[in-house]
């Protein structure tokens, strides 16, 4: 088959787009099953989940603490009740009995407000945890939309990179015999189709040719197709 040095030299070009097209290819698929975005959602749903859980947290003890103010008040009321007794009351004996009263609201009231002072404490602690939880919400948020950006992006990259290279390579395909790019089709299937002979090296298969193959090359007319003993690729001999 007839191949000058400028078609050969037009076919390695065509090869580095191939395979320049293939990884654009590959690493494309790749970015696009990337497991960064499933990692950040799996992040964002764990934060979200403790954040709900926290908020009911602190909403237990809000009712709690609330429980206890009517239970405060409903001791005071009767306080109040038991004072108005004593003092309409001149026997000392009903006095007796209500100072003793008052005596066991007051020790009731008291236990009753150092509940509430440690709920309290408990409630400040579980809005602070509540609030940092909500921060490392919007930080997974960012987190999330700033991997999903990227990625589109470096899609958008990827594609342009490609769309260059197949304009390219439709451009050298086009220049060339036909009958050369069927092979050219048919060898890269398996591998490199063309390389470049250096002395006796091939860089398609970067073997050393022995002198035997290398005899039978220079026997091939400079304007006809040789190819590598190795690895059969086509070879631009200059
Ligand atoms: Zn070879």
Not at 89 to 110: F, M, Q, T, V, W
Not at 128 to 151: F, G, M, V, Y
Not at 199 to 209: E, I, K, P, Q, W
Request: with cysteine.
């Amino acid at each position: 088959m007839k191949a000058s040095v400028e078609e050969l030299e037009t076919l390695l070009e065509l090869q580095t787009k191939v395979f320049a097209q293939r990884s654009v290819v590959l690493k494309a698929k790749e970015l696009s099953s990337s497991p960064a975005i499933e990692e950040a959602r799996a992040q964002l749903a764990e934060i979200t989940g403790s954040l709900s859980a926290q908020r009911s947290r602190v909403e237990d003890v809000e009712r709690d603490i609330k429980r206890l103010e009517s239970d405060v008040e409903l001791v005071e009321k009767r306080l109040q009740k038991d004072l108005e007794r004593m003092n309409q009351s001149s026997n000392p004996k009903d006095i007796a009995g209500i100072e003793h009263e008052i005596a066991s609201l007051n020790n009731r009231k008291s236990n009753l407000e150092d509940t509430e002072l440690e709920l309290m404490e408990q409630r400040d602690v579980a809005i602070a945890e509540l609030d940092s939880l909500q921060e490392q919400r919007k930080s997974a948020e960012d987190a999330l939309e700033n991997t999903k950006s990227n990625i589109t992006a470096e899609l958008e990259g990827l594609r342009a990179e490609n769309t260059a290279l197949v304009a390219s390579i439709e451009d050298l395909r086009a220049k060339l015999p036909s009958e050369l790019v069927e092979l050219f089709d048919k060898k890269i299937q398996r591998g490199a189709a063309v390389g470049r002979l250096t002395g006796s090296s091939c860089s398609a298969c970067n073997m050393n040719l022995n002198s035997t193959a290398m005899a039978e090359i220079s026997r091939v007319p400079a304007d006809e197709l040789a190819t590598c003993s190795e690895c059969s690729a086509m070879l631009v001999r200059a």
